[in-house]
C-alpha cells in the first residue's frame, strides 16, 4: 500500500502517478501493471516504475506498460510519420525501472488493455497492429485470448550456433557443470539452454541471473528448457524456466517462450515440426513457425490474458 499522506513507497516518490487509474493482469503468470497516458503527459522515472512493481510496498509485477499514443513517444523514431495506422505504442518498462524492446506477454496484455478501456475496437478474428520499440506487431484476437506476430527469430551469432549448435556456455546455480547455450534475437536478447531430464530443471535456482560466457553487451533472458518427445511430427512440446534480464524468474516469457521453440527445433534438425507448446510455470503458450514473404521466419506466439483487478494510485 502507498502512504497516502507522503504519496511514497518506501524511501521512493511516486506522486508523479497520484490520481492514475491503472490495471493488474497477467499472461501465464507473467504480470504486469498497465495504465492509460494518451497523450505522454505523464513523468514516468526508473524508480516510480521500481516503487509501482514492487511485491511488498507496491502492486507488484514483473514489469510496467504505458499505454501512449505513438506520435507522443520521443523515441518512436519515424514510426508514427511512416505508419499512422499505428496509432498506439507500449512504452514497457521491466520490474527495476529499465527500458525493454520487447516483451511477448506484455503485448498480449497491453492490447487487451486497449480493448477493455474502449480505446480501439478489435472483434474476435480481427487484427491491430501496434507499435514497441523492437518494431510493430501485429496482434489478432481469438476465441480465448490473442495471437501475436512477434516478428523474425534470428541467431545473435550465426555462423557459430550453425556449426556447433552452441555459442556460448551458461552457468547457473543447480547445475553440476556448465552447459552450452544458443543466442536468439526476438528483437531482444535471449539465451536458450538445453537440459536432459526435468529434474534438473526443477533443481535450478534462478533467484540471481546465470553466468553467460561471452557476457552479452546488454545482458540477456537466459531460458532453460526440457523438450519432451512424445511421438507427435506435427506438434513440439518443452517444458521452461527463464531468468529475465532486469527482474530475475519469472512465471512466464513471451519473446522467451518463441526463442526456446526457436532454439529447440534448430537443435532438432529440419523435420522438427513448426508448432509448438511451451509450458511455463505459468501455464502454457502455443508458438508457431511461419514463413515471411521477405524470406525470413515469423514466430507467432498466441496464449491468454488474465485481468486481476484495477485501482487508483494514491
Known amino acids: 500500500m502507498t502512504d497516502t499522506t507522503e504519496g ?89 525501472g529499465s ?89 531482444n536478447p535471449h539465451t536458450v539452454v538445453a537440459l536432459s531430464e526435468g529434474e534438473k530443471l526443477d533443481g535450478l535456482d534462478l533467484h540471481t541471473a546465470p553466468v553467460v560466457e561471452p557476457t552479452p553487451p546488454e545482458g540477456t533472458n537466459v531460458e532453460f528448457v526440457v523438450p519432451s518427445d512424445d511421438g507427435d511430427s506435427e506438434l513440439g512440446r518443452l517444458e521452461m524456466r527463464v531468468h529475465e534480464r532486469g527482474v530475475g524468474e519469472t512465471y512466464s516469457c513471451g519473446t522467451g517462450a518463441c526463442a526456446a521453440a526457436a532454439a529447440t527445433r534448430f537443435w532438432g534438425g529440419p523435420d522438427s515440426p513448426d508448432r509448438w507448446f511451451v509450458r511455463v510455470p505459468g501455464g502454457v503458450l502455443s508458438v508457431t513457425f511461419v514463413p515471411a514473404p521477405d524470406g525470413t521466419e515469423h514466430v507467432v506466439l498466441a496464449g491468454p490474458v488474465r485481468v486481476v483487478a484495477t485501482a487508483e494510485l494514491v
Open 8 to 96: 511514497t513507497v518506501g524511501s521512493v516518490n511516486w506522486q508523479e502517478l497520484a490520481g492514475v487509474r491503472v490495471t493488474k493482469a497477467h499472461g501465464t503468470g507473467n504480470d504486469f501493471v498497465v495504465f492509460t497516458d494518451r497523450d505522454g503527459t505523464l513523468d514516468v522515472s526508473p524508480d516510480t516504475v521500481a516503487a509501482v512493481c514492487d511485491r511488498h510496498l507496491g502492486l507488484g509485477g514483473d514489469g510496467l506498460i504505458r499505454a501512449v499514443r505513438t506520435e507522443h513517444v520521443a523515441d518512436a523514431g519515424d514510426l508514427a510519420e511512416a505508419h499512422p495506422d499505428v496509432e498506439w505504442f507500449m512504452d514497457y518498462r521491466n520490474g527495476d
Open 99 to 187: 527500458v525493454a524492446q520487447m516483451c511477448g506477454n506484455g503485448v498480449r496484455v497491453f492490447v487487451d488493455h486497449l480493448v477493455r478501456e474502449g480505446l480501439v475496437s478489435l472483434p474476435r478474428g480481427s487484427q491491430l497492429r501496434i507499435g514497441t520499440r523492437a518494431g510493430i506487431r501485429t496482434v489478432a484476437r481469438t476465441s480465448d485470448g490473442y495471437a501475436v506476430d512477434m516478428g523474425p527469430w534470428s541467431f545473435e551469432d550465426g555462423d557459430a550456433a550453425r556449426e556447433r549448435g552452441s555459442d556460448c556456455i551458461v552457468n547457473a546455480e543447480g547445475l553440476t557443470v556448465p552447459r552450452p547455450g544458443v543466442s536468439i534475437s526476438m528483437g
